[in-house]
């Protein structure tokens, strides 16, 4: 079942049926215990709603925070390791990588999330800015996994690079985050075969492309999620970016007028352009 967010509402996909939501806001949704039951239960019993207009999904966010994992994959590790090495803070990422308590920190509130076709923002005082495709976790405020989506943890690689201190000046601006299309509810892991893609594309031609399976992750998404929710308490959930295994290379940085692909198996694509 997949849940997208559109102005007029939730509308839940299932085995191309649609069906309307009662409940108008995400936030109420992961209020339930039984989520994964109840959503069920409506392809049984609701009616049918029309085929959704794909150009007018929305972020299918509420009132949730965004947080993200860093260097859960080894790609990620080399590149964190080899953008800060001048500034001598390439120790702590191959550190982290191997420690058992994970990179986290805070990505976004839900108002600066943008959704579906909507452009991403580059800082404009970065100078080498790159996406980040990566598997999210909808987390309910009980702390268990309720469903996925896509995300892209836009990241400015020079800011980061200067400083480690600076991470969130790298990551967290305006139009930084973006999410959906729709959210994958289903109460199973992903399996771990389950790939993540990338393609941008200039002036009309790929400019990179590059996949990872989640295998490839070092740490469980169960695992972040205990992590994150230590000592916090998040009233309506949260999201949980999960961190990336494909980086382009070093020469390379967005510029507006690109557009970024991502793609994860059973999920769809998330598009955005760079604005």
Same mark, same amino acid.
């Given at each position: ?9 939730? #509308? ?23 989520? !994964? ?15 959704? &207009? ?31 090495? =001048? ?8 550190? @982290? ?13 839900? !108002?600066? @999330? ?10 404009? =005082?970065?100078?080498?800015? @790159? ?21 892209? &943890?836009?990241? /400015? ?25 729709? #959210? ?9 075969? %389950?790939?993540?893609? #990338? ?9 990179? /492309?590059?996949?990872? %399976? ?16 230590? &000592? ?17 290379? &070093? /020469? ?7 557009? #970024? ?12 352009? @760079?604005?």
């Amino acid at each position: 079942m997949i849940l997208y967010r559109l102005a007029a509402g939730l #509308i839940l996909e299932h085995e191309h049926h649609f069906y309307a939501v009662p409940e108008k806001s995400l936030d109420d949704l992961l209020a339930r215990t039984d989520l !994964h039951a109840y959503l069920a239960s409506l392809t049984r019993t609701a009616p049918t709603a029309a085929s959704i &207009d794909e150009s007018k999904l929305l972020a299918p966010i509420g009132t949730q925070e965004v947080w993200a994992a860093g260097v859960t994959y080894l790609r990620s590790r080399a590149a964190r390791m080899a953008e800060s090495k =001048d500034a001598g803070g390439g120790d702590f990422y191959d550190r @982290v990588y191997s420690a058992e308590r994970p990179e986290l920190f805070f990505k976004s509130v839900a !108002h600066k @999330v943008v959704g579906p076709h909507s452009p991403v923002g580059l800082r404009s =005082d970065a100078t080498w800015s @790159v996406p980040e495709p990566e598997l999210a976790l909808l987390v309910d405020p009980r702390g268990q996994i309720a469903g996925y989506t896509i995300g892209n &943890d836009m990241s /400015s690689r020079d800011i980061e690079g200067q400083n480690p201190l600076y991470l969130p000046q790298a990551k967290v601006y305006n139009r930084s985050c973006a999410l959906g299309p729709g #959210i994958l509810i289903t109460a199973a892991p992903l399996s771990s075969d %389950t790939r993540i893609s #990338i393609e941008i594309e200039r002036s009309g031609a790929s400019a990179f /492309s590059g996949e990872t %399976t989640l295998a490839q992750m070092k740490r469980r998404p169960q695992e972040l999620v205990e992590y994150l929710y230590r &000592d916090q308490t998040f009233a309506t959930g949260c999201f949980l970016l999960t961190g990336t295994g494909t980086v382009p290379p &070093d /020469s390379f940085t967005l510029q507006p007028g690109d557009l #970024i692909s991502i793609a994860i198996d059973g999920i769809g694509v998330l598009v955005n352009p @760079v604005g």
